[in-house]
């Protein structure tokens, strides 16, 4: 198991010159028998920077009832962004879907979720994609699960293997007020997956992303630039629409 000490080393070894922190993240090879959320959360501020502003996806896919509530609708992107939203956060974006949660000294320059969609204009992924200020850190995971911005770029580009569903949902925002406001996710409309393997290795390549492990235990952590990798995505996106997939133009 990992000591508190180690955690903080090998966090303090991640240097990030940027602003603003979007974390994804699975703990599990983080916390040991005697460790807390709430410790954890102390170690990864203090040891990424407590000057930065940091962003968690707050994301919820089961919504009970057919609703969704700013305050209620638990984030379901792991413990730890549960945890930040519930307890650290000075507010949550709101879209039923790909919501985040903010906390920071720059906290008031990330703008709300102005847009029905996801990713599209207005939303908040939009100025993340877009701001060269913004680092992407995937704790314990690859592209895969620690990259969720890179959808950005399929629903600029509106690419032909997903559609915008709307959700009808039952929407309660600030002082428990419903909103009227239709909200849409760009999704799958066939069978075809994402597949970010390819795309992770020829980040790598092009030394966009950049991989840190643990020696301790192989803990594994993912470092990009949003709006680096961004840019990059939509290059080959317009080459090859099915770039992200198991599909290429060839096939």
């Not at 390549?205 to 492990?213: M, Q, S």
Request: aromatic share 12%; net charge positive.
């Amino acid at each position: 198991m990992l000591t508190e000490n180690q955690i903080f080393k090998n966090l303090k070894k991640i240097k990030i010159k940027e602003n603003f922190i979007v974390i994804h993240s699975d703990i599990t090879g983080l916390l040991s028998k005697n460790s807390t959320i709430e410790k954890l959360w102390k170690i990864i501020f203090k040891g990424l920077g407590e000057d930065k502003t940091y962003i968690f996806p707050t994301f919820t896919f089961k919504n009970k009832k057919n609703s969704w509530n700013l305050k209620k609708s638990k984030s379901e992107s792991g413990i730890l962004s549960e945890y930040f939203r519930k307890n650290i956060a000075s507010r949550r974006t709101i879209h039923p879907v790909h919501s985040v949660a903010v906390y920071g000294k720059d906290q008031h320059k990330i703008p709300n979720h102005d847009c029905k969609s996801s990713f599209g204009r207005g939303s908040t992924w939009e100025w993340i994609c877009n701001s060269k200020e913004v680092c992407n850190l995937g704790l314990g995971l690859n592209l895969n699960g620690g990259g969720t911005f890179c959808h950005y770029s399929e629903e600029k580009i509106k690419i032909s293997y997903r559609e915008f569903k709307n959700l009808n949902l039952s929407i309660v925002g600030k002082d428990n007020k419903k909103i009227k406001k239709k909200f849409s996710y760009f999704s799958r409309k066939n069978k075809i997956m994402n597949n970010w393997n390819k795309c992770e290795k020829d980040l790598i390549k092009a030394k966009l992303i950049k991989k840190f492990l643990f020696k301790e235990n192989n803990y594994r952590i993912i470092k990009m630039n949003t709006f680096k990798v961004t840019n990059f995505i939509l290059k080959k996106i317009k080459k090859d629409n099915y770039y992200l997939t198991n599909k290429n133009l060839s096939s």
